[in-house]
């Protein structure tokens, strides 16, 4: 295991240039996990693409994923804006490997007979991972000085909130859309 943070927790004083090498490597961590939301935001534009297209879901899930979609792109475009601001650049691996994984994860739910409810689901699941991931990045943010960030994220949590209800209170009524469509499709 990596060891990237030296806190002494002990009492013991840390010397002026210990301190400064765990300030730089706490910024570095959270430039890196900015690169990772960045990742996250443009890996989650596909899936609600794919929300906002299906004709199986109601009109009003369909239209709150396409409103959503608008707002991950402005979450992405504001961290790299961040980035940038801080010297460094989106990862083009993470970002990659973010839009590889949310499709896998479509293309896994595609040959589900119940996909819309299974990819509701996933959904519901990565709104609150965000809403953590963001969480966290506020905090280190916070902790090493870095308002800047502080404030992108927490103007994002209240977005994926939003969504986040938006699939519970939708998901019942899906459900019982979905099952009502198995029933009928079984005469």
């Known amino acids: 295991m990596k060891i990237r943070h030296t806190g002494t927790g002990t009492g013991t004083r840390t010397s002026p240039i210990g301190r400064r090498q765990n300030e730089t490597a706490a910024r570095d961590e959270v430039v890196d996990w900015l690169k990772d939301a960045y990742a996250m935001e443009r890996g989650m534009e596909s899936s609600l693409e794919k929300h906002s297209r299906n004709n199986e879901l109601s009109a ?72 953590a991931c963001y969480t966290a990045l506020a905090a280190a943010a916070e902790k090493v000085g870095m308002s800047e960030v502080v404030q992108v994220c927490n103007n994002i949590i209240p977005d994926e909130h939003r969504m986040a209800q938006a699939i519970i209170q939708s998901l019942p009524q899906e459900v019982k859309m979905y099952l009502f469509d198995a029933e009928t499709a079984q005469r």
């Open 60 to 131: 009003e899930v369909r239209d709150r994923a396409m409103r959503h979609a608008a707002e991950t792109s402005r979450h992405a475009e504001e961290i790299a804006t961040l980035l940038r601001y801080l010297g460094s650049e989106t990862s083009a691996i993470k970002t990659g490997i973010g839009a590889v994984t949310q499709t896998a994860k479509g293309i896994g739910s595609m040959f589900a007979r119940d996909e819309r409810i299974k990819d509701l689901l996933d959904a519901y699941s990565m709104e609150h991972f965000e809403i």
